[in-house]
């Protein structure tokens, strides 16, 4: 075996590590072998291999009565550690305000979480009827706005994975057809921002932009979030203006350019 295939496999076992730990997490209770390898469709003991080193490395640790796994105080300690240096939510929130203010409509910010995107943050707008996404929920990364993003500044590993599974049709404007979703992708990637009128919930709509930390990573997505009324496609320039400023500006405090480098904000259709 070549030193380029030993490398391959060893990123793929520790990507495929941290999946199991993600999967872990998001289910809020301990997990059984057979309940992981079904949310993760990957093969049962294939999962048991990764959990008995997540074990060794003292991440994970096993119920002896349930024979459930479940994260361990060191993982916890871990998470408090990157939390205190790395706060999203704290970084993004005064472009937030400034985006709410500026547009009149809900703000949402929404994390990857190595399949569907999760949001972490919002901001209601102060309108007698207004439209907003509770922290914790995970909008579907094939029809909603922030899932495509980060799907398309994913690694195609984790595209692949998705476009290949069973892709529900939440509402009949669902996009679900993979050639389709890959197109829209590349778009995404070119105009860095998504729109997603009626696909998750019938007359709702969000349009969201990228949020990229130094050396062009993606961290998040900053979104809009109201009526097809509101929050129209294609974006209504103002809107996507004040949208890619704030995102512009959250990502220069973590180190990107990458707005800067793609020509400011200047809002392309």
Known sequence: MSDDTEGTAAVRSVLMAVRVLEAMALAGGPMRVSDLARDLAEPKGRVHRHLVTLRQAGLVAQEETTERYHLTWRMYQIGQAAGEQFDLKRVAEPAMHRLRDAVGQSV????????????????????????????????????????????AFGPEDLRARILASPLE?????????????????????????????????????????????????????????????????????????????????????????????????????
């Open 169 to 269: 049709r939440l509402t009949p404007d669902s996009i679900t057809d993979p050639a389709i979703l890959r197109d829209r992708m590349a778009l995404v990637r070119d105009r860095l921002w998504e729109t997603a009128p009626g696909e998750a919930l019938t007359g709702i709509n969000v349009l969201a932009a990228p949020l990229f930390a130094a050396g062009e990573v993606l961290v998040g997505s900053l979104g809009i979030v109201g009526s097809v009324q509101f929050v129209q496609d294609p974006a209504p320039p103002a809107m996507l203006q004040a949208l890619h400023e704030a995102a512009g500006a959250v990502s220069a405090r973590l180190g990107s350019n990458r707005y800067l480098a793609s020509g400011g904000t200047k809002s392309r259709q």
């Open 108 to 151: 949402l910010l929404a994390v990857p979480t190595g399949g569907d995107p999760l949001v972490v943050h919002s901001l209601e707008a102060p309108n007698k009827v207004s439209i907003t996404v509770q922290p914790g929920n995970r909008p579907a990364a094939h029809c909603s706005a922030q899932g495509r993003i980060m799907l």
